[in-house]
């Protein structure tokens, strides 16, 4: 079945309208009984753990490029295209945060410090919690990523201070969602493929879909 925009569209109002409702002090209830401390052991920017893409939203590439003097080749890259159109044009949705050659992030330490710590994305500064709509009739939950630090003591300051951020972070991304969708255009001719990223890009033109609209990349 054809994906069908207007209903995504639908969705997602309904989905940020509960989102806007959540209770702060309930979300950081629920952290508090899982329980979280960083231990600063940098598994979360590194390949060797698992996957460690991190999907970048225009303002978020803005405030990087902004604070540290860098482009936008040397902060992003396209994700992995999902789409092929009747012209060989690849279109993918949203950036992701560049790696380096070993898959390990660019902004990750020897000391396993961040180099961008103050402007660091939504998915870092909540790591290792997120918030999903596991059913679309329910209030989203709760979920949590594999990480050392689960299962410690944390106060309730931090809680709470960690629950806007996660708050935050779910209008944020369904908010993106929306305005990716409303500029979305051509839809109809694209085909779904699976494409192998590890052979590279060469030869393709990229359609990147975000919030600003599209641009085009040629390798």
């Known amino acids: 079945m054809r994906f069908n925009i207007l209903a995504a569209l639908n ?3 309904v989905k940020i309208s509960m989102a806007e409702k959540l209770s702060i002090n309930e979300i950081a209830k629920q952290v508090i009984s899982i329980g979280f401390e960083c231990m ?3 598994e ?3 390949a060797r753990s698992g996957d460690n ?3 970048l939203f225009p303002d978020e590439i803005r405030l990087i490029m902004d604070s540290n003097g860098m482009t936008p080749h040397k902060v992003c890259e396209p994700s992995i295209p999902q789409f092929i159109d009747n012209s060989g044009i690849l279109h993918c949705f949203e950036w992701v945060q560049k790696r ?6 660019i902004f990750i330490r020897a000391d396993n410090t961040c180099g961008i710590y103050q402007q660091r994305p939504w998915i870092c500064s909540t790591y290792p919690f997120f918030l999903s709509f596991t059913n679309v009739a329910a209030k989203p939950d709760i979920m949590v990523s594999e990480c050392k630090g689960m299962g410690r003591p944390m106060d309730e300051e931090y809680a709470i201070k960690l629950a806007k951020l996660l708050k935050g972070r779910l209008l944020a991304e369904i908010t993106e969602e929306i305005r990716l969708l409303e500029k979305l255009e051509g839809f109809a001719d694209w085909e779904p493929i699976k494409f192998d990223s590890g052979k590279g890009y060469q030869g393709y033109t990229i359609a990147v879909h975000d919030s600003c ?7």
Do not use: A, E, Q
């Open 11 to 13: 969705d997602l109002k």
């Open 40 to 42: 600063w052991c940098g």
């Open 213 to 219: 609209g599209m641009i085009y990349i040629t390798d």
């Open 44 to 46: 979360c920017c590194r």
């Open 100 to 105: 380096h050659g070993n898959g390990d992030c």
């Open 53 to 55: 893409t991190v999907i």
